[in-house]
């Protein structure tokens, strides 16, 4: 059975002429037969009602992804354990499991998410994805990366990529770019380029993520 909780409010954005922007983080989570689910999700509003009509868009945008994904991951599990109950194998011990992490950022022109989503679907392990949403507060829309970050620099971008680096152990064989890119999103003063799991090396290295400082964007940092 789905539960929605409302945990907390965990950021709080005093924005001038008595206008407020605030983030609650929500949970999502069910346990069947089938499958394990459990989703933490950004709500984000305002005091200003303009504002909070505009924030309503991209928390629509976030229940329709983390819907979608629920719902996607469901029917493969149930497709694959209903046609394992039917073979010689027979259905297998293990549930698919769904996990879902965010984490919200916000300011006064600008709202983001980063998704990390992990799911279970059999094999020798699971698969983590990330995915960004950046949100313009003043247009109410949804960026683009091409919106968020100007990519007709991208030699200069990758310049940046490459001296914030970090490989120690010389674990990734790959440099980044910003096209091999996974995830884009806007932080407080920063913004971070991820990079999943076999694109810049092997499954065991993890995902690499890359935080470049604001103001070594100045001219390619859009927004």
């Not at 247009?139 to 620099?153: F, M, N, P, R, V």
Request: charge should be negative; charged fraction near 20%; aromatic fraction near 8%.
């Amino acid at each position: 059975m789905k539960k929605l909780i409302i945990v907390s409010a965990v950021l709080l954005a005093a924005v001038g002429c008595g206008r407020k922007d605030s983030i609650v983080m929500a949970e999502k989570s069910s346990n069947d037969s089938i499958c394990s689910v459990n989703i933490s999700y950004p709500v984000f509003s305002s005091t200003s009602a303009s504002v909070n009509s505009k924030l309503g868009k991209l928390n629509s945008a976030i229940e329709t992804y983390i819907d979608t994904l629920s719902s996607n991951v469901a029917a493969q599990a149930t497709e694959m354990m209903t046609d394992l109950a039917d073979s010689p194998l027979g259905r297998p011990e293990w549930n698919c499991e769904l996990s879902i992490e965010s984490t919200p950022f916000l300011s006064e022109h600008l709202a983001s998410v980063l998704f990390t989503t992990y799911t279970y679907l059999g094999g020798a392990h699971g698969m983590t994805e990330y995915k960004a949403v950046n949100f313009d507060m003043r247009s109410g829309e949804i960026l683009t990366d091409e919106q968020l970050i100007d990519y007709t620099q991208a030699a200069r971008i990758n310049e940046l990529l490459k001296s914030h680096f970090e490989n120690p152990d010389n674990c990734f064989w790959e440099e980044p770019t910003l096209e091999k890119a996974s995830a884009i999103v806007a932080e407080k003063d920063a913004v971070k380029f991820i990079y999943e799991q076999y694109v810049l090396g092997p499954y065991s290295c993890g995902a690499a993520q890359i935080t470049v400082p604001a103001t070594e964007l100045k001219g390619i940092l859009l927004k």
